[in-house]
């Protein structure tokens, strides 16, 4: 009987009124607030950049260097902006830097002139009847920078090019 007063019907309206107050107070102060930042995966403590790149190697089964693909991640613009925190910290941005690191310019380029080429062969194969103009626009498309940035996030390599964000 006494559990019935204290947890029933009496003080069973206060409370769902307190509690309809302070979610609808959270929510606006949610609103105000606006859309959180977005963070990156390599601001977290427990980042490790090797074992990202070993694990998106195993996620399309296929046996790659971890050197080749560090290599194919990481852009011109990643190492100058590590030069310059070096020279900025006062460090001698010796040949150590540009050892340690090399970009991707020359196999970019060679990606995309394999793709051209497959892409232009596969639809001329598999649509005999297509005329040129539209198989060059199909790959013109299919290798534009936001169809790759786009395919490039859904899978994961957001977090694994770096470059001068």
């Known amino acids: ?54 694990a998106c190697t195993h996620r399309f089964g296929e046996k790659l260097n971890i050197e080749s693909l560090r290599n194919a ?7 100058k902006q590590i030069v310059k925190q070096r020279t900025e910290a006062g460090l001698a941005a010796t040949d150590q830097t540009t050892l340690s690191f090399t970009h991707n310019e020359e196999l970019a380029k060679q990606g995309k002139q394999i793709a051209e080429d497959f892409l232009q062969k596969a639809l001329h194969y598999w649509y005999p009847k297509f005329p040129q103009e539209g198989i060059e626009a199909i790959t013109k498309f299919l290798l534009s920078e936001s169809t790759i940035a786009d395919i490039s996030s859904g899978l994961g390599f957001k977090t694994l090019i770096r470059c001068d964000v």
Do not use: C, Q
């Not at 007063?5 to 105000?32: A, C, N």
């Not at 991640?73 to 190492?79: I, K, P």
């Open 1 to 54: 009987m006494v559990r019935l007063l204290r947890y029933g019907t009496i003080f069973g309206s206060l409370k769902d009124r307190w509690r309809y107050l302070y979610k609808s107070d959270l929510y606006k102060r949610r609103l105000e607030a606006g859309p959180e930042p977005e963070r990156f995966r390599s601001a977290l403590i427990n980042w490790n950049y090797d074992a990202e790149l070993y």
């Open 73 to 79: 991640m990481t852009d011109a613009s990643f190492l």
